[in-house]
């Protein structure tokens, strides 16, 4: 039942079992179940609204969409239906409306531009769409051709090895047919043996599983028929979800993976590796090199580099140290160049590199001052420089080495270095001569030349630098400047006065007497030595003394010999590195810079470093680890090879079996600056005997701590302190362990006293002394006391309990003590000369008359060094 409405033209349908609804023209509608989880299900009515046509529009013919529905019918894809249908409409005529008597409103001039724009914006977008799906369509094809080129190689390859295994089954074939016909039907046949011969083409791994053995090793079990596939209308029925991926990939044939195809090549090949290329490597050896480092600088296998040292004889794990030499036949044998190099190249280029000409510019003189301790050395310096450093030395003595720079009367700067003249302070006098121009020997005109003057010279002969002899103390009564001439001849130094050419001078400290004589001297000598230094490059310097300043840290005076020293340089001194923090002169300011011949104190080292190092400026803080790691594993293994008794010479191995059995005395020293130190070891060192020496186990400058303490209680060792004392908690320390701490200030008063106790440890001296003679004149045997020897003493005294020797036929038979001696019947304590004793021996029976008895005494005497 339909009706038509008048007004609406909406059709009001009565259907007998549905409920009376109003259906809009143009709307579609359809029914959609949606699913949940759990079984849950929702019907969902859903409308297609079409869009109506506009007043410039026609509307498509019925008759036009049946020829489409045709095809449909007939079974082709609605999709190509779909398409086909806008594409037909724009060609349609367009039909003319028809007139519903209503009259439409003319458009104002902003709807049309808007539709203008509007229609303008729709043909841009639909051009951009169209050169899009031409570029897709474009990359497509070239996707498809790249595939279709990749499928054919792979056919082709596949071709060849289907031909190639043909060809191996026929050869196969053919040789066990000439096989069987040459030794007669015995030969076992590959098909009578069950083995099936191989496929014509290997299932892929990932197509079909293989067919799995038998467990007796049979033949191969049957493979199942294939299972008859279903022929639906529709075609093979879709798996799986739809997603985009696979609805663009439906029609595509599934082809071979690259993994898989390799794969198949891996199997029927055997798994063959591919020769590679053999690289040939620089290889970098050092001295000695583990074989798991050798093997990775080579990248090569540890275990062929241990197969070549096993077919040289040598066994070894990969953790094993060989030396640069079995590395380098190891590198060259497998195809690399070899480059040495050794662990101390990382000090090449720090020192004495070469200067430019051009840069060199004039320095000031480094002078030296030498000579016999109480000569007038720093006294002479303080009239100088107008101090009074003498008055402050302990004992009156010198015992540091120190740098000062003063200003000559022309107005040139001097460097002066002041030595320690005991002769204790040699390594300071021969650091002192090394690093100086000019030396001045200082020799008193009352005492003349003495030892340390003598030693003076030859330091100075040794660094191959002038002399200048300053006769001092010539305002003395008994000065005789002629005789120190004299004397100094005997040492091959001829002064001027004398027709040499060492120039020398009279002065006097005391009364400054010839001072400004002896700079003009030295700025003459000068002038001679034409001294230059390039002040431009980086610096270099000789630590003269190191200390460790409580306040400060350690503490570094240093004369700068090249370059210029600037704050937040990166030094390098021995086993110690730092970053200057500042510098300061002798006179205690702060310097921004120092120069050529200019000896300043350096803060910023790590540790202190010892004195006599050479210093040097470094680019990087890792170049000064490198460096200073590499010198304190050289210190290591040196100490270690002393501490050990490494073998070495004949003459180091008969010296060690000497000292083998000799007593040592521990020592920990601390001292304020490491010249001391090194002195007070230097003397101790020159005590030492075969039976007893002085071990300094630990040596440091800066004061007793209490770790210190501790090695000294763990070692057994006592506790020296040169101008230092022992902190708060050391002292407590030391008398809870119960060690004393010694303190010192003059350096001869140490050794002394250490002298002393290394003779404690001396074996003392067993010293006889004869009492006198007795002969036997009768021998008597006494029950339950043994034999007693009835003698007559000839000379001397004889005394109980004293040591006897008894001589038969000028030979000794026994050596032991009288047990009695008696007079008579009673004991006596001695008997002289001329009477007559009884005598017994202790645990000795086998006396005889006509033997010779000699009493004598041992005394015990205690030795000295």
Same mark, same amino acid.
């Given at each position: 039942?339909?009706?038509?409405?008048?007004?609406?033209?909406?059709?009001?349908?009565?259907?007998?079992?549905?409920?009376?609804?109003?259906?809009?023209?143009?709307?579609?509608?359809?029914?959609?179940?949606?699913?949940?989880?759990?079984?849950?299900?929702?019907?969902?009515?859903?409308?297609?609204?079409?869009?109506?046509?506009?007043?410039?529009?026609?509307?498509?013919?019925?008759?036009?969409?049946?020829?489409?529905?045709?095809?449909?019918?007939?079974?082709?894809?609605?999709?190509?239906?779909? *398409?086909?249908?806008?594409?037909?409409?724009?060609?349609?005529? #367009?039909?003319?409306?028809?007139?519903?008597?209503?009259?439409?409103?003319?458009?104002?001039?902003?709807?049309?531009?808007?539709?203008?724009?509007?229609?303008?914006?729709?043909?841009?977008?639909?051009?951009?769409?169209?050169?899009?799906?031409? !570029?897709?369509?474009?990359?497509?094809?070239?996707?498809?051709?790249?595939?279709?080129?990749?499928?054919?190689?792979?056919?082709?390859?596949?071709?060849?090895?289907?031909?190639?295994?043909?060809?191996?089954? !026929?050869?196969?074939?053919?040789?066990?047919?000439?096989?069987?016909?040459? +030794?007669?039907?015995?030969?076992?046949?590959?098909?009578?043996?069950?083995?099936?011969?191989?496929?014509?083409?290997?299932?892929?791994?990932?197509?079909?599983?293989?067919?799995?053995?038998?467990?007796?090793?049979?033949?191969?079990?049957?493979?199942?028929?294939?299972?008859?596939?279903?022929?639906?209308?529709?075609?093979?029925?879709?798996? /799986?979800?739809?997603?985009?991926?696979?609805?663009?990939?439906?029609?595509?044939?599934?082809?071979?993976?690259?993994?898989?195809?390799?794969?198949?090549?891996?199997?029927?090949?055997?798994?063959?590796?591919?020769?590679?290329?053999?690289?040939?490597?620089?290889?970098?050896?050092?001295?000695?090199?583990?074989?798991?480092?050798?093997?990775?600088?080579?990248?090569?296998?540890?275990?062929?580099?241990?197969?070549?040292?096993?077919?040289?004889?040598?066994?070894?794990?990969?953790?094993?140290?060989? $030396?640069?030499?079995?590395?380098?036949?190891?590198?060259?044998?497998?195809?690399?160049?070899?480059?040495?190099?050794?662990?101390?190249?990382?000090?090449?280029?720090? &020192?004495?590199?070469?200067?430019?000409?051009?840069?060199?510019?004039?320095?000031?003189?480094?002078?030296?001052?030498?000579?016999?301790?109480?000569?007038?050395?720093?006294?002479?310096?303080?009239?100088?420089?107008?101090?009074?450093?003498?008055?402050?030395?302990?004992?009156?003595?010198?015992?540091?080495?120190?740098?000062?720079?003063?200003?000559?009367?022309?107005?040139?700067?001097?460097?002066?270095?002041?030595?320690?003249?005991?002769?204790? +302070?040699?390594?300071?006098?021969?650091?002192?001569?090394?690093?100086?121009?000019?030396?001045?020997?200082?020799?008193?005109?009352?005492?003349?030349?003495?030892?340390?003057?003598?030693?003076?010279?030859?330091?100075?002969?040794?660094?191959?630098?002038?002399?200048?002899?300053?006769?001092?103390?010539?305002?003395?009564? $008994?000065?005789?400047?002629?005789?120190?001439?004299?004397?100094?001849?005997?040492? !091959?130094?001829?002064? =001027?006065?004398?027709?040499?050419?060492?120039?020398?001078?009279?002065?006097?400290?005391?009364?400054?007497?010839?001072?400004?004589?002896?700079?003009?001297?030295?700025?003459?000598?000068?002038?001679?030595?034409?001294?230059?230094?390039?002040?431009?490059?980086?610096?270099?310097?000789?630590?003269?003394?190191?200390?460790? $300043?409580?306040?400060?840290?350690?503490?570094?005076?240093?004369?700068?010999?090249?370059?210029?020293?600037?704050?937040?340089?990166? #030094?390098?001194?021995?086993?110690?590195?730092?970053?200057?923090?500042?510098?300061?002169? $002798?006179?205690?300011?702060?310097?921004?810079?120092?120069?050529?011949?200019?000896?300043?104190?350096?803060?910023?080292?790590?540790?202190?470093?010892?004195?006599?190092?050479?210093?040097?400026?470094?680019?990087?803080?890792?170049?000064?680890?490198?460096?200073?790691?590499?010198?304190?594993?050289?210190?290591?293994?040196?100490?270690?090879?002393?501490?050990?008794?490494?073998?070495?010479?004949?003459?180091?191995?008969?010296?060690?079996?000497?000292?083998?059995?000799?007593?040592? +005395?521990?020592?920990?020293?601390? /001292?304020?600056?490491?010249?001391?130190?090194?002195?007070?070891?230097?003397?101790?060192?020159?005590?030492?005997?075969?039976?007893?020496?002085?071990?300094?186990?630990?040596?440091?400058? %800066?004061?007793?701590?209490?770790?210190?303490?501790?090695?000294?209680?763990?070692?057994?060792?006592?506790?020296?302190? +040169? *101008?230092?004392?022992?902190?708060?908690?050391?002292?407590?320390?030391?008398?809870?362990?119960?060690?004393?701490?010694?303190?010192?200030?003059?350096?001869?008063?140490?050794?002394?006293?250490?002298?002393?106790?290394?003779?404690?440890?001396?074996?003392?001296?067993?010293?006889?002394?004869?009492? /006198?003679?007795?002969?036997?004149?009768?021998? &008597?045997?006494?029950?339950?006391? %043994?034999?007693?020897?009835?003698?007559?003493?000839?000379?001397?005294?004889?005394?109980?309990?004293?040591?006897?020797?008894?001589?038969?036929?000028?030979?000794?038979?026994?050596?032991?003590?009288?047990?009695?001696?008696?007079?008579?019947?009673?004991?006596?304590?001695? @008997?002289?000369?001329?009477?007559?004793?009884?005598?017994? &021996? =202790?645990?000795?029976?086998?006396?005889?008359?006509?033997?010779?008895?000699?009493?004598?005494?041992?005394?015990? @005497?205690?030795?000295?060094?």
């Amino acid at each position: 039942m339909t009706e038509t409405t008048k007004n609406s033209g909406e059709k009001l349908s009565v259907t007998p079992s549905k409920t009376l609804t109003l259906k809009r023209p143009g709307v579609e509608q359809g029914m959609v179940r949606q699913s949940f989880s759990h079984g849950r299900s929702k019907a969902v009515v859903v409308e297609k609204v079409k869009r109506r046509a506009g007043p410039g529009e026609a509307k498509p013919e019925p008759a036009a969409a049946a020829p489409a529905a045709a095809p449909k019918r007939a079974g082709a894809p609605a999709p190509a239906a779909r *398409n086909a249908a806008p594409a037909a409409a724009p060609s349609a005529p #367009v039909a003319s409306p028809k007139s519903s008597g209503v009259v439409l409103r003319t458009l104002t001039d902003d709807e049309r531009n808007a539709r203008a724009q509007a229609l303008a914006g729709a043909q841009l977008r639909e051009h951009e769409e169209r050169e899009r799906a031409e !570029e897709e369509a474009r990359v497509r094809r070239t996707r498809e051709e790249s595939e279709r080129a990749d499928r054919a190689a792979a056919e082709a390859r596949k071709r060849d090895e289907e031909d190639r295994r043909k060809h191996d089954e !026929e050869t196969k074939r053919k040789a066990d047919e000439v096989a069987k016909r040459r +030794f007669g039907a015995d030969t076992p046949s590959p098909l009578k043996t069950g083995a099936s011969p191989r496929p014509a083409q290997e299932a892929d791994d990932d197509e079909a599983p293989r067919p799995r053995r038998g467990a007796g090793g049979g033949a191969a079990r049957p493979a199942p028929a294939p299972k008859p596939t279903r022929s639906g209308v529709g075609g093979e029925k879709r798996r /799986g979800r739809l997603t985009v991926v696979t609805a663009l990939s439906a029609d595509e044939v599934r082809e071979r993976s690259v993994a898989s195809f390799r794969r198949r090549v891996q199997r029927m090949t055997g798994h063959r590796d591919e020769p590679k290329e053999k690289i040939s490597r620089e290889v970098t050896i050092p001295e000695t090199i583990t074989i798991q480092e050798l093997a990775n600088r080579m990248a090569e296998r540890g275990v062929d580099v241990i197969r070549i040292l096993m077919q040289q004889g040598h066994m070894a794990k990969i953790t094993d140290t060989i $030396d640069a030499d079995t590395a380098q036949l190891i590198a060259e044998e497998l195809g690399h160049t070899v480059r040495r190099v050794a662990e101390s190249d990382v000090e090449e280029g720090m &020192f004495d590199a070469p200067d430019d000409p051009a840069q060199l510019q004039p320095r000031a003189p480094v002078v030296t001052i030498m000579g016999h301790v109480d000569h007038g050395k720093t006294s002479l310096l303080d009239a100088i420089r107008s101090t009074e450093v003498a008055a402050g030395e302990a004992g009156g003595i010198t015992q540091h080495i120190g740098a000062y720079q003063v200003t000559s009367p022309s107005g040139g700067r001097i460097t002066f270095i002041d030595t320690p003249g005991h002769a204790a +302070f040699t390594a300071m006098r021969a650091r002192g001569a090394r690093i100086t121009d000019i030396v001045i020997l200082v020799v008193a005109a009352d005492d003349g030349v003495m030892p340390q003057t003598v030693e003076a010279i030859q330091h100075a002969k040794a660094a191959k630098v002038p002399i200048i002899v300053a006769i001092n103390k010539i305002d003395k009564p $008994d000065a005789k400047p002629e005789r120190v001439r004299t004397e100094l001849l005997q040492h !091959e130094i001829q002064v =001027e006065s004398l027709g040499g050419d060492v120039l020398e001078l009279e002065v006097s400290a005391k009364e400054r007497t010839n001072l400004d004589k002896l700079l003009d001297t030295i700025a003459l000598q000068a002038e001679v030595l034409e001294l230059k230094a390039n002040p431009s490059r980086l610096a270099e310097g000789t630590v003269i003394e190191a200390r460790l $300043d409580r306040g400060r840290g350690p503490v570094a005076t240093v004369l700068v010999q090249r370059g210029t020293l600037k704050p937040g340089d990166i #030094v390098v001194a021995g086993t110690e590195w730092g970053r200057v923090r500042a510098l300061m002169s $002798d006179t205690g300011h702060s310097v921004v810079a120092a120069g050529p011949s200019m000896p300043v104190e350096i803060l910023g080292f790590n540790g202190t470093p010892e004195a006599g190092d050479r210093l040097a400026v470094v680019d990087t803080d890792a170049r000064a680890r490198e460096i200073t790691d590499y010198r304190e594993r050289q210190k290591r293994e040196k100490m270690a090879a002393r501490q050990t008794g490494m073998r070495g010479s004949l003459e180091q191995m008969m010296s060690q079996l000497k000292t083998s059995g000799r007593k040592e +005395f521990p020592l920990l020293i601390k /001292g304020d600056v490491q010249g001391s130190i090194e002195a007070i070891i230097g003397a101790l060192d020159k005590l030492a005997t075969e039976e007893v020496a002085a071990r300094v186990i630990y040596s440091g400058a %800066g004061g007793i701590t209490e770790s210190d303490v501790t090695l000294a209680e763990a070692s057994g060792a006592a506790v020296i302190g +040169f *101008n230092v004392r022992a902190h708060k908690e050391a002292r407590e320390a030391a008398e809870a362990a119960g060690i004393e701490i010694r303190y010192y200030d003059i350096i001869y008063n140490l050794v002394d006293d250490v002298k002393k106790a290394m003779s404690g440890l001396l074996a003392p001296t067993l010293r006889e002394t004869m009492l /006198g003679n007795a002969t036997i004149l009768e021998v &008597f045997k006494i029950s339950k006391v %043994g034999n007693i020897a009835g003698c007559r003493v000839t000379d001397g005294t004889v005394e109980r309990g004293a040591n006897v020797r008894l001589i038969r036929d000028n030979v000794v038979v026994h050596q032991g003590k009288l047990s009695q001696l008696k007079r008579f019947k009673d004991d006596a304590r001695e @008997v002289l000369a001329g009477q007559e004793c009884g005598m017994a &021996f =202790e645990n000795y029976q086998d006396m005889k008359v006509g033997d010779t008895i000699e009493c004598y005494r041992v005394e015990t @005497v205690q030795r000295t060094l």
